[in-house]
Every structure is written in C-alpha cells, then in structure tokens.
C-alpha cells in the first residue's frame, strides 16, 4: 500500500484507495481482513458515507470475483486472466459498481476507471478499459448464466463466486440440499455478533446499551442468549468508552457457545494452547472466575500481543500468556488441566464470509497438509487433561477431514470418550449429533459462522 499523509476528504480518492489494496490482496501480500481492517483505520477520518463506500467496494470485489470474471470474459477480447493485474482488478472493481451497486451511476463508474487507468501509465488501455465497462453497462440485464438444469456445480460456482472444487466438497459432504444455504449464507451480509461481559449488572448493560444507540447503532438480543447481541450500523466500535473499557467484546456465537461446551467451573485451571486473538480465553476466564487460572498459549509473538490486549482491557487477571507451539509437548503440563481449549489452525471454510480471499488461497492439497498437524497437536495436547478432565476441539471450517474424521480419530486413539453437547447448547442448535459430542454450525443456517466443536472427556 503507498503510505501517504492526512487529506482532506475532498483530495481522497477512495476508488484508487480501494484499487492498491485489491492488488495488495491479489499477490497476496496481506489477507483481506487485515488490509480492510488497516485502511478504515488509516482512512478513519474520511466521512461515514465514503469509508462505507470504501468497505462495500473492497470487500464486495473480493467476495464476488468469480462472478465478475465470468461478466468480464464475456465482454472483453482479452480473457481476465490474460490481462495485466492492474487493468484486471480496476475491471473487477468497476464491474462490481456496475452490477451491483446501484447508487453510482454508470457514466461515472467508467470515467472513473478510465481516469485511473491514465493516471497509472495506461494511456494506451484507456479505450479498452472504456470500451469493456461500456459494453458491460448495456449488456447487464442479458448476461447468460450457467445453465442450472446442465451443470448445477457451474451454475452454483459463478452465482455464488465459490471455487467449483469446494461447491463439488459441501454437496459431497453435507449434502445437496444444505450446499445452497450454504453458499448463500456465506454471501450474506451478517451484523457484527458481542458478547456482553458476565458480572454486567442491569444498569451496567443498559449504560452499555443506550451507549451503543448514541451512535446510532442498532443493538438486536438473541434469543436465549442473554448476553450476546447483534449490532448493525457499526463503524468505529474500537473506539467506543464501553468497548474499551472492556464491558463487551467481538465474538461470534459459534466461538462462544465452544467455550460453554467445556462446561469450565469456578476456580478450574484452564489451557488454551491455540488461543490468539484470545476471545475464547476471555470467556473461560471469566467462567472460571478468580479462583481459577487460565493459560493462554500461541506460537505466534504478534498474535500473542492481540490476546494480551484483549486481556488488559477486559480485566481477566487470571490470565497467563505465553508463548508455545502446540505441537511441542510440555512435561510440566500434564494432567494439570481441567479443561484444554484446542481451537486448532483449519482451511477457515467457515469464516469465508469474513475472510474473503480464503477462497481463492485454499486448495485440497493445502487442507491434507493441515490434518497431519490437527493430529499432532492433539496428540500432544490430551496429555494436559487430568482424569476427568475436557479437551474442546474446534475448528472454524466445515470439511469432514478436519472434522468429524477428526472426531472418530481422535476417539479411536487416545483414552477419551465422546461428551454429550446436549445441556450445553442452545435448543436452536438441535442435532442428532449433539449426544455423540460434537456439532458442526453451518453459514447460512444458525446464523453464525461455519465452526466445528467437539468435547471429548478424559477416562
């Protein structure tokens, strides 16, 4: 990303912002959550209108890149991929304000490019980059799409911008009928999901609540969940006194409900041998109050920073951060804990939503290489629970091999039984697998993210 001063908001041009990013993301430079993430802050000045301009621009690009390209190809005499990445995503970007943001008007999506377009060198490509966005414009409402009846994978594949090989998984392991939900759910905009702090008083949440309204955020209660809610309208909640103050965090319900699942009590001793950015630690040390001690351990320095930051700001002083590689057995460790927390690394399927560019970085051969680890990090980790004791797997993806071929492994191998989730989730997560220990949250269909829990139980 060029590094530039403070504008002022009339000298930003928020669609050449938008185009260094997606290249930044397309030679993947940084993952998508983070550039996004970096540019509201760097751009936290701009007006509400334009930052949300900024957001939709980038994220919408990104998620919906397949169906752009099959929009593009059918337009241009240069393939998508044949073109050079610059040209290729200032087309993408114009294509999605084309198709899908009706508010800009199309003269000026295409003057727009066209100017980028000669700012940057390509004076030559100015009429092909014209000519495209202009024959896009009047050809929109006759784009022929995949014909479903012929080739359902094709169709699904460029409507839902998702990688043929993973629509072929989900309808091979969840099943045809979930597989749509699924890939809508995954292109469904979702509010931002807090959880309340435990020992919040009445008049506390409520403090919190007309907080939260004064800047004109729409707060929405869950259903048997009194201490989550859904948030819409939501720019700048970092910088909100409750937030910082550490009377809520961002977490989805899924990650939630996993901590739950261990059933933690007061005074237990906790391992969260996976934990940045440490949203499940806050939660267990708060389920295991003052008397209790969690472990917070991460390979990673810079991701251990973000659970020492969570930690200081949400008051958890019984909680230790350290350093660890989950897959390096520590002898000091064993049969200590009363419950292990393995939210282990995954193919992160499930956040797709989230985390755009998942997609197009993922293959089959990356998520086999993921399982021998997921393997070696239980392998290490069961030994930490005492008799008795709870390991919590989890995952935030949806891919047997990871899952529940995880499950029957681990089952298979190592002196643990499955624990019934029955008393421990919500009754809309009903599931014939509940008493068999474990439970998949699919996208689309709970209302969270696509996450994978499963509680197994020490002999």
């Known amino acids: 990303m060029r590094k530039s001063g403070k504008k002022k908001d009339s000298s930003v041009d928020v669609r050449e912002i938008v185009l260094e990013a997606l290249l930044v993301i397309a030679r993947q430079e940084e993952y998508s959550h983070v550039v996004v993430s970096g540019i509201l802050d760097k751009y936290n000045y701009l007006a509400l209108q334009e ?5 939709r621009l980038l994220e919408g690009t990104l998620e919906r890149r397949i169906q752009l390209d099959y929009c593009i190809d059918g337009i241009s005499s240069v393939p998508v991929k044949k073109m050079k990445p610059f040209i290729r995503e200032l087309l993408r970007m114009s294509a999605y304000q084309l198709l899908f943001m009706d508010s800009v008007p199309d003269s000026a999506v295409c003057n727009e490019a066209v100017k980028l377009a000669d700012s940057h060198s390509f004076h030559a490509l100015k009429g092909f980059v014209n000519g495209v966005l202009r024959n896009l414009s009047r050809k929109k409402g006759e784009i022929v799409w995949p014909d479903r009846e012929k080739d359902r ?11 043929r090989w993973l629509v072929e998984k989900w309808d091979s392991e969840q099943g045809k009928e979930r597989t749509e939900p699924i890939l809508q759910g995954l292109l469904q905009e979702r509010p931002v999901t807090v959880r309340l702090k435990k020992n919040l008083t009445a008049e506390e949440i409520a403090a919190v609540r007309t907080e939260l309204e004064s800047e004109n955020i729409r707060v929405k209660e869950i259903p048997d969940l009194s201490y989550v809610w859904h948030l819409e309208r939501v720019e700048g909640l970092k910088n909100i006194p409750a937030f910082l103050a550490g ?12 901590v739950e699942a261990a059933g933690i009590r007061e005074g237990d001793c906790v391992i969260d041998v996976c934990a940045a950015p440490g949203g ?17 351990r991460d390979i990673s320095l810079e991701k251990l920073a973000l659970i020492e930051e969570n930690r200081d700001r949400m008051g ?20 200590l804990a009363d419950v292990v927390l393995a939210d282990v690394p995954c193919s992160g399927l499930g956040v ?10 993922i293959t089959p051969e990356r998520i086999e290489a993921l399982v021998p680890l997921q393997r070696q990090i239980l392998e290490t980790v069961w030994q930490y629970v005492k008799p008795g004791g709870v390991l919590l797997y989890s995952t935030c993806t949806v891919s047997r091999a990871e899952n529940e071929e995880m499950v029957q492994w681990f089952l298979s191998e190592f002196p643990f039984h499955a624990g019934s989730l029955t008393s421990y989730l919500p009754k809309q997560f009903a599931g014939e697998t509940l008493e068999k220990g474990y439970y998949q949250f699919l996208p689309g269909m709970q209302g969270t993210d696509g996450f994978f829990i499963a509680r197994f139980v020490r002999d």
């Not at 930052?51 to 957001?55: L, S, T």
């Open 51 to 55: 930052k949300a301009f900024m957001k």
């Open 153 to 163: 994978l094709a169709s699904l594949s460029v409507c839902y911008s998702m990688p």
């Open 247 to 258: 009377k809520f965090t961002v977490q989805d319900v899924s990650s939630m409900l996993a």
């Open 280 to 296: 499940k630690t806050m939660l267990a040390a708060e389920l295991a109050g003052g008397k209790g001690q969690v472990l917070a």
């Open 316 to 335: 958890a002083d019984n909680v230790t951060v350290e350093q660890w590689d989950a897959a390096a057995y520590d002898r000091e460790k064993a049969g």
């Open 352 to 361: 797709i939503g989230k985390k755009r560019d998942i997609k197009y970085r």
